[in-house]
């Protein structure tokens, strides 16, 4: 892991993990790119509706206030898990629409 994001783990463990978790959610890094870090939404933030609030209000504040040279933005990966993509499929297989 380069050393930006270990600063920016580091910033994410200590300022914004422990709200996250306290709402049973947990953030990932996916990478960083030109100063736009992408993340990943885990745990019951996964997909929830104010997901994209809680990275606007929380994550992304943080980080650009800590290492603005590093992050200028981040943006929230949408991802379906392997397992709900299985269960889309035999409904789909199982049920005639």
Same mark, same amino acid.
């Given at each position: 892991?380069?050393?930006? %994001?270990? $600063? ?35 745990? $019951? ?7 994209? %609030? ?23 990966? $949408? ?17 005639? %629409?």
């Amino acid at each position: 892991m380069s050393e930006e %994001l270990k $600063q920016i783990e580091s910033i994410l463990e200590e300022k914004v993990r422990p709200t996250l978790r306290s709402h049973g959610g947990e953030i990932q890094i996916d990478h960083l790119e030109n100063g736009v870090l992408y993340v990943k939404m885990l745990g $019951q933030c996964a997909g929830c509706p104010s997901a994209d %609030l809680t990275n606007e209000s929380l994550v992304e504040a943080e980080l650009t206030a800590a290492v603005p040279e590093l992050v200028e933005k981040v943006v929230v990966v $949408q991802n379906v898990s392997d397992e709900l993509w299985e269960q889309a499929k035999r409904l789909l297989r199982d049920h005639h %629409l």
